[in-house]
């Protein structure tokens, strides 16, 4: 694969997924191949490690968020309480999406970003492409555990994710033919090992790199 085809011109590529499907391991595959990548997740703990924003939260919420057993908690209850969820990513989606048009300032050619809530925030409108990477329950749980979370704070996580249009794959098809948006969209189903992962990956850009070339849909 060669990240130097269709330099001319940006192309957006969003990546989305439910939890621990593999969305970073495919984003740091295709940074090894010399493409410009955008991680939203670190930007979201950028912005969670900023001083000034905890202690805003800290205030307003009641929690001591220097505090890391106290955060943990807090954390764990946002995923719980989707009032709460809302609330907080009214605070840290503006953030996020200021830190990725920063990013994009002056880059050109194939450019990809992995944002879990893709569809959500309706950023699916900026992308020419979207890959969806999708995964079992028990990789998740799998997976989550190995990050350090326990069973309960693995399910309270997966289940937060259950309405997310991307599960829906009726709605999600339905909505595209909708709005009749302009994307080249891509599904990978991770449960095996990573190579495969990547060779999936292999292939979808150069169906884009031929999209892109052709400048046809």
């Known amino acids: 694969m060669c990240a130097?085809?269709?330099?001319?011109?940006?192309?957006?590529?969003?990546?989305?997924?439910?939890i621990a499907s593999g969305k970073t391991t495919a984003l740091n595959y295709l940074s090894s191949l010399?493409?410009?990548?955008?991680?939203?997740?670190?930007?979201?703990?950028?912005?969670?490690?900023?001083?000034?924003?905890?202690?805003?939260?800290?205030?307003e919420y009641n929690v001591n968020l220097e505090d890391g057993k106290s955060k943990k908690r807090f954390f764990n209850k946002i995923y719980e309480d989707p009032i709460l969820r809302k609330e907080i990513e009214g605070r840290i989606h503006p953030k996020v999406f200021d830190e990725i048009e920063t990013n994009l300032q002056n880059e050109m050619g194939i450019i990809f970003i992995e944002m879990p809530l893709l569809y959500e925030?309706?950023?699916?409108?900026?992308?020419?492409?979207?890959?969806?990477?999708?995964?079992?329950?028990?990789?998740?749980?799998?997976?989550?555990?190995?990050?350090?979370?326990?069973?309960?704070?693995?399910?309270?996580?997966?289940?937060?994710?259950?309405?997310?249009l991307f599960m829906n794959k009726a709605k999600y098809y339905k909505l595209l033919k909708k709005e009749s948006l302009n994307l080249g969209t891509f599904e990978i189903y991770n449960i095996t090992k990573k190579i495969d992962l990547f060779k999936s990956l292999d292939k979808i850009i150069e169906e884009i790199q031929k999209h892109e070339k052709n400048n046809i849909i």
């Open 121 to 164: 925030v309706n950023f699916h409108h900026k992308c020419n492409h979207v890959i969806l990477i999708l995964t079992s329950q028990d990789k998740q749980n799998s997976r989550l555990e190995k990050r350090g979370l326990s069973y309960k704070e693995s399910k309270i996580r997966i289940n937060s994710q259950k309405n997310f």
């Open 4 to 18: 130097k085809i269709v330099k001319s011109k940006k192309v957006i590529v969003g990546i989305t997924g439910n």
């Open 34 to 59: 010399g493409f410009k990548t955008i991680n939203s997740d670190e930007i979201v703990n950028k912005i969670w490690s900023d001083k000034e924003f905890n202690k805003v939260i800290s205030n």
